[in-house]
């Protein structure tokens, strides 16, 4: 999809011709026309942050939609009330098999008509358009593309954070089989047979939404746009950093923000999977998947899910061919990214979660069962490259976490070169996700609820986003000098003290931690990746 609107001329009549000020009950409501609706959205008055909540930015992927790519909105008539928090898109959980099918169960229904964004930015209190448009930040939430929805990030948080100078844009997007990439018509014929995984189709629609509207709101500049995520959030940054050989058009971001990359297996469009959906004997078996009743689709959607090797993802990206070109590491390799500069963040334990951790295993048996590609050779490759990390679970953990994680993040940082800033989140236990709360903390103080180090943490992100580095602090803070990446393979380590003191300092990559890197990178076409 190409924007509809030249970038300048869209953004320079913005403020005078889309925005206007309305009277709700006694007090001033923002409201924004884009086009196809009009929106009305409310000032806290707490923090004087104008939201507008579950606006639709595609239309529903319903009915024939179904599988479908997103579809821009029909028109509506009179003002819509974006107030409240959008529908969830459908949930499941993850792999719970003791083996991995792809070597040889409770449903979550929610609504299928989720495609909604919220918008958060600094007001006035009245909604009065500011003189200066503000860089702006795309959170993409997490949740192993099966999971997780908009009400997980207040964009309050991050715009208080960024001393009021960023537009916050939450957006959701399709999960599970319904949300992994059967929308690709030059693929219909293996779409009609199975679930062939995730295409962020509706997430770029998203970017696009962006790119076109949010200067709409008097204040967002599209040409400062930075994506962020953690988890299959930051897959997805990943995803779209690769999407179209790197050559993306518009430019929808300049800045890329990781908390903990996932990079699970990728595997083509047309490759082995071992779960079929339904419909297989049906004539138009299209139209029979989208007559499924969404009860019986979210059964479909959990058992497919929940059959998965334990802590694994069945539905993930996949590579198509036409948006993701090829695998992601080939891409990242060759340099074919999207974006000027990159801030990843990893923690320190990040497979911890995603080991059955009461069974017993070693770690070559282990990278066997994880990769359906391995053979007895590079099992014992793995074993012999984590046989001196300390036990066997030491070692299972190290390689989940390590294999999945870690490793995508360094591939990334290698691929934006002299672009790039990486950071160790360290604070006990560093496992998956514990970073969270110190960026999103949603009204609840973080663990370690120390104001140096969350200053020190999380301004990097906003700094980041406003300038591309983050070192330009918004504030004072005690995070010291933080050279690229690519000076001596640094990092700025995040931890603590036993007495819960602050540790906010400079370290380096541990070379036999990029040495386990090097061979994950060289086996991709076995791992997926």
């Known amino acids: ?11 320079a009549t913005a403020a005078t011709v889309l925005w206007t000020v309305a009277l709700a009950s006694a007090q001033s409501a923002p409201t924004v026309d884009v086009g196809y609706a009009r929106y009305q959205g409310f000032v806290d008055g707490a923090t004087n942050i104008t939201q507008f909540l579950g606006i639709r930015y595609a239309a529903p992927p319903i009915g024939d939609l179904r599988f479908s790519a997103p579809q821009h909105p029909a028109n509506e008539t009179g003002l819509q009330l974006a107030t409240f928090q959008p529908n969830w898109c459908m949930q499941s959980g993850d792999g719970t098999s003791p083996t991995n099918p792809l070597r040889k169960r409770e449903a979550a229904l929610a609504p299928e008509d989720c495609l909604f964004l919220n918008v958060y930015y600094p007001s006035d209190g009245v909604g009065t358009p500011r003189r200066t448009l503000l860089p702006t930040v795309v959170w993409i939430h997490g949740g192993g593309y099966i999971a997780g929805a908009a009400i997980g990030a207040s964009g309050e948080d991050v715009v208080l954070r960024a001393n009021k100078g960023v537009v916050v844009v939450v957006i959701q997007y399709r999960l599970g089989v319904v949300g992994k990439s059967l ?6 014929r293996t779409i009609e047979l199975t679930i062939i995984g995730f295409l962020a189709v509706d997430q770029e629609f998203a ?6 509207h949010v200067c709409g709101f008097g204040v967002g500049d599209p040409s400062k746009v930075t994506i962020w995520g953690e988890s299959a959030g930051a897959g997805s940054v990943l995803q779209h950093v690769i999407a179209n050989g790197g050559q993306t058009k518009p430019q929808l971001f300049r800045g890329a923000i990781t908390s903990s990359t ?12 071992p779960e ?14 989208r007559a499924v009743d969404p009860s019986v689709l979210a059964t479909v959607n959990a058992n497919i899910n929940n059959a998965g090797f334990y ?7 996949v590579v198509d061919g036409a948006f993701i070109t090829q695998r992601p590491t080939l891409s990242l390799l060759e340099g074919k990214v999207n974006g000027e500069a990159l801030l990843a963040v990893t923690n320190t334990f990040e497979g911890v979660d995603f080991v059955n951790q009461s069974v017993s295993t070693t770690a070559t048996q282990y990278s066997y069962d994880l990769f359906p590609g391995f053979s007895d050779i590079q099992s014992r490759i793995v074993g012999a490259l984590y046989g001196g990390l300390g036990t066997d679970s030491f070692q299972v953990n190290a390689i989940q976490g390590e294999s999945i994680f870690i490793c995508p993040t360094y591939y990334l940082l290698n691929a934006f070169r002299g672009r790039a800033f990486k950071g160790e989140f360290a604070v006990p236990p560093g496992l998956h996700s514990d970073d969270y709360a110190y960026y999103w903390p949603n009204g609840v103080a973080p663990p370690f609820n120390n104001t140096d180090f969350i200053d020190a943490f999380a301004q990097t992100f906003t700094s980041f986003i406003v300038n591309l580095d983050p070192n330009h602090k918004l504030a004072p803070t005690v995070l010291p000098k933080w050279n690229k990446y690519d000076v001596l393979n640094t990092e700025m380590l995040f931890n603590k003290t036993v007495n819960d003191q602050p540790v906010v300092r400079p370290t380096m990559t541990s070379n036999t931690l990029l040495e386990r890197c090097l061979f994950w990178e060289s086996v991709g076409s076995l791992t997926g990746q």
């Open 207 to 212: 970017l696009r939404w962006v790119n076109q």
């Open 1 to 11: 999809m190409v924007s509809r609107y030249p970038l300048g001329r869209f953004c």
């Open 262 to 273: 996932f990079l699970p297996s990728q595997y083509r469009y047309d490759d082995y999977f």
């Open 276 to 289: 079929v959906l339904c419909c297989t004997s049906a004539k138009d078996s299209m139209a029979c998947l």
């Open 311 to 317: 802590g694994t993802f069945t539905t993930v990206p």
């Open 183 to 188: 929308a690709l018509q030059h693929h219909i």
